[in-house]
């Protein structure tokens, strides 16, 4: 239950979190992830197995029009992908992938913040040629080729959690009180091997809307709440946190796509930085009258 007397034990289980220090990472001249504000990051998939059907392209002219639509409705971010994440998707090979994102990039990353999240070292390499700035690293296969590409261009990495080599292969994510702090061990290990490739600007994501073979429906998204308003406890990692943010039809039906809005309010509660969406209209107006609404 979410109420007052338990968001108060929150803050007083985990003073400490909250006043540890979070260094800002600047993804480009204009786009900062840090404590000031929550960045807003806008969903374009190029793969029609997307199950979000209103993210997907169908061709570069739509991706470059949907991206410049979310980026008007409020996303400082937009990331792009050419192969969706859930289990039963159609894998894309680097080279479809390539040719797909690479058009997409040098048109979006004109006017905006382009990430793409990928596992494959030469997609990375392709689209921090033709302008990303972030990538969102979704596996760890190859994450060490993947790093030494984003050093090189001085790119922000965006950690996910990722318990096998792909977050598209099925595994375990935490879902007891030891949750948080595995989280933080896991990102420890991999933080400073991002470092030791020349990576400076990282930003960590639990990773817990993926598919994981202990968690489906409600209490999927127990799990998911709970990961969002204690968002603080990574603080002592001592960068940015990031979430993409849930839709739980289990508990919305046929409302899900207002599912986004409602989980914002956790993020932002939990101090979260970073929050990857598809609804960016919803989103971006709940964030501002979570900042401009008086309480008392």
């Keep these: 239950m979410i109420d007052l007397e338990s968001l108060a034990a929150l803050y007083a289980d985990f003073r400490e979190d909250l006043e540890s220090p979070v260094a800002p990472v600047r993804v480009s001249e204009d786009v900062v992830v840090g404590d000031d504000a929550v960045t807003v990051m806008g969903v374009v998939n190029l793969s029609h197995d997307s199950t979000y059907r209103e993210s997907v392209a169908v061709s570069t002219d739509s991706a470059v029009r949907l991206g410049r639509a979310l980026t008007s409705q409020g996303a400082a971010i937009i990331d792009l992908g050419a192969e969706a994440s859930h289990e039963k998707a159609d894998r894309v090979d680097a080279a479809e992938q390539i040719d797909r994102l690479v058009?997409?990039?040098?048109?979006?990353?004109?006017?905006?913040?382009?990430?793409?999240?990928?596992?494959?070292p030469e997609v990375a390499e392709a689209v921090l040629a033709a302008g990303a700035r972030m990538i969102n690293l979704t596996g760890r296969g190859e994450e060490e080729e993947i790093l030494a590409a984003a050093g090189r261009a001085g790119a922000t990495v965006l950690m996910v959690f990722s318990p096998s080599d792909n977050v598209r292969e099925s595994g375990q994510l935490p879902d007891?009180?030891?949750?948080?702090?595995?989280?933080?061990?896991?990102?420890?290990?991999?933080?400073?091997?991002?470092?030791?490739?020349?990576?400076?600007?990282?930003?960590?994501d639990p990773g817990s809307g993926f598919t994981y073979d202990n968690l489906s429906g409600v209490g999927k998204a127990k799990v998911q709440s709970?990961?969002?308003?204690?968002s603080m406890r990574l603080r002592r990692l001592g960068v940015p946190s990031?979430?993409?943010?849930?839709?739980?039809?289990?508990?919305?039906?046929?409302?899900?796509?207002?599912?986004?809005?409602?989980?914002?309010?956790?993020?932002?509660?939990?101090?979260?930085?970073?929050?990857?969406?598809?609804?960016v209209s919803q989103v971006s107006r709940v964030l501002r009258s979570m900042r401009e609404l008086p309480v008392r």
């Design 103 to 120: 058009p997409v990039v040098e048109a979006l990353s004109q006017r905006t913040v382009v990430s793409v999240e990928t596992y494959r």
């Design 176 to 204: 007891d009180d030891d949750m948080l702090p595995a989280l933080v061990e896991h990102f420890e290990e991999r933080l400073e091997r991002a470092r030791a490739a020349g990576v400076e600007k990282v930003i960590v």
């Design 226 to 230: 709970r990961v969002l308003a204690q």
């Design 242 to 279: 990031a979430h993409a943010l849930p839709h739980c039809f289990d508990l919305f039906e046929r409302d899900f796509r207002h599912a986004e809005g409602f989980f914002a309010v956790l993020a932002f509660l939990g101090r979260a930085h970073l929050l990857r969406v598809h609804e």
